[in-house]
């Protein structure tokens, strides 16, 4: 790996690192795609849709898993493909949560289940092609999750380094699927509190995203408790942070940035961290405005427009703005330089903004 | 474990056996519905419905892993918990199949989804209930996948074994999803010839419950490549015999015994083998017959009786009985005293009956 050189600066080193991960990422995926595809009806699709949907990725937690890796350990292709292995579960993540939620886009282009779907009409196919969609996403989801834990235990890891990371790697996944469930039950008509959402946060995306790579990575170079607990505080933080700018973006943000209309979240009555904030701060007046918007039966564009202004009236979105700051401030000063080689807590300073800065 | 001893006859050798294997497993997916759910809403439902779907089955994937172990290997309570992995790894793909193919019933009970809708509107949730059922089966499906992994890298197999079984049951997962998008494709309008079913069920059904499971059990036990032909000869046979019985049962089956409406594959327009035989032997008059009922928008009770009238009149019925019976004499002829144990013979050959005679 002679061209990922500590010095570079941390920015270019991650951007390369993420380019790597890619690269095995997708080059494990196609070979097991032609493996098991090569001369079938579907083997036209798997072997360009599947790979396809892993490349739109933008390895965040590869990164993170990687970087805790080298909280402790040294440059290494079979850390590289272990830390790769996370991006591989987060497909299996995504193509089910898609089916499960309907979303019909998934960064801008048709999520994979509408993309079998059209498939199936294309072949001329007689029975439900949405159906169809909905089912092969699914199954894809479920080879993503093989896949996964199969590119983990073939990364080339030795086997004390792979024990370490197992009970890591298995509370990973077990907390997608148990998150996955109770976000299911998570329906903003019964508003949870600010502390019952927070808990919801921890047990989900704000874990998985950062939180749990990093363990992941520093726990296979076996760090010791120092760093682990270090690890665990920033990300907790940085999670909660870029769950925060998610939950913003899915009520303000861009549909040419997101790749989802306009106030999606709110169409689909989510109790994200920014409806429940904005209900909280409230006043009477708004609370009972609120109130009105979360009991119609559909939130149409006038709804969408109606409701984000009474958010921004609250002050939630400004607040949530300085909890982000916040967050990610407390975050940095987590990272002790005493404690950490200098690459790493760059690398950690660069990702830390990277997942809470505005724009993004 | 004194109780299971080589000398008792097989078939209660055997049945003992099912009784541990179920014992493992349901102890194993208790422990973890009760580790991650233990205090959530959802955790009443995990906690109960899990461990008695898991109850619910048969256990032939473990007996016939287990029975592949003994090929080669002494009793063990570590290899008896890797052969019951598989049987997580089946309540996987009966959570999403019955999902995917809309099965309302599974063992004559309600399907696992159909479960979980029902205590969605139990809780007074808003919300489509029929989509939550859908989308939980999924999840815990995803979890029995998840399970099935971790019992068999936690059975107490030393390191070598389990080197020489990931790859088997590596295969044995990627088959089962690939071969759940090849039903899907599956459409009786569109028969397949005789031999494309064959190499379609030789993917799927043929090969997971019999084949794959005896080669999985014998390769964590280091058996040779003689005992491993046979056995693949063996579940090759037994594999498509059971098939077939399943398939003869989803037509002329009585619903007391499969759980089933009478002809529900009729209904459900499965390209099953004998509908494919009974096409392949009818004459042409019949085969126009045939043609009209495949052409219905709906197959209702009148349409069942005639088809399954039809499908006798082919001699399709008497021809596949005839068909799974020499593949189960063919099956006990390749088991070769000279190169089995004893008691991996006598079982074997009671598995072979057990899975192929007309009553089960």
Redesign the interface.
């Known amino acids: 790996m002679a061209s990922i050189m500590a010095e570079e600066a941390p920015a270019a080193w991650l951007e390369a690192l993420s380019g790597r991960c890619l690269t095995e990422a997708y080059g494990f995926v196609s070979a097991?795609a032609a493996?098991?595809?090569a001369g079938?009806?579907?083997g036209e699709l798997a072997e360009t849709a599947v790979p396809q949907f892993v490349a739109g990725g933008k390895f965040l937690r590869p990164m993170f898993a990687y970087v805790g890796w080298r909280c402790g350990g040294p440059e290494s292709d079979a850390a590289l493909r272990a830390a790769a292995s996370l991006e591989l579960l987060h497909c299996?993540a995504l193509a089910?949560d898609d089916?499960?939620d309907g979303s019909p886009l998934r960064r801008g282009r048709p999520a994979l289940h509408v993309r079998f779907a059209r498939w199936h009409t294309e072949q001329g196919?007689?029975?439900s092609a949405d159906?169809?969609g909905e089912?092969?996403a699914?199954?894809?989801?479920?080879?993503f999750?093989?896949w996964s834990?199969?590119m983990l235990?073939e990364s080339g890891l030795d086997?004390a380094a792979l024990a370490r990371g197992?009970p890591r790697y298995?509370l990973m996944?077990?907390e997608l699927?148990?998150g996955?469930?109770?976000d299911?039950?998570n329906?903003a008509?019964?508003l949870p509190s600010w502390e019952t959402l927070l808990d919801v946060l921890r047990r989900k995306s704000g874990n998985y995203t950062v939180r749990r790579p990093l363990e992941f990575g520093a726990a296979l170079a076996g760090c010791g408790p120092d760093v682990l607990a270090a690890l665990a505080e920033y990300g907790g933080l940085v999670g909660e942070a870029f769950q925060f700018r998610d939950d913003l973006l899915g009520v303000f943000g861009d549909p040419a940035v997101t790749g989802k209309p306009a106030g999606q979240d709110l169409r689909d009555r989510k109790a994200s961290s920014v409806v429940v904030l904005a209900a909280e701060m409230a006043d009477r007046r708004q609370r009972a405005d609120l109130d009105d918007l979360l009991a119609l039966p559909t939130v149409d564009d006038e709804a969408v427009a109606r409701w984000c202004a009474l958010i921004a009236a609250t002050g939630a979105r400004e607040r949530l703005g300085e909890l982000i700051r916040e967050r990610a401030e407390k975050a940095q000063a987590v990272i002790d330089p005493a404690v950490f080689p200098r690459h790493a807590a760059d690398s950690l300073a660069v990702l830390a903004t990277k997942c809470t800065e505005r724009d993004q």
């Open positions: 097991r493996e098991h595809f079938h009806s579907e299996f089910q089916v499960m196919w007689s029975g159906r169809f089912s092969a699914t199954l894809f989801g479920d080879l999750l093989v834990e199969r235990r086997p197992w298995d996944r077990a699927a148990v996955q469930l109770a299911l039950v329906d008509r019964t």
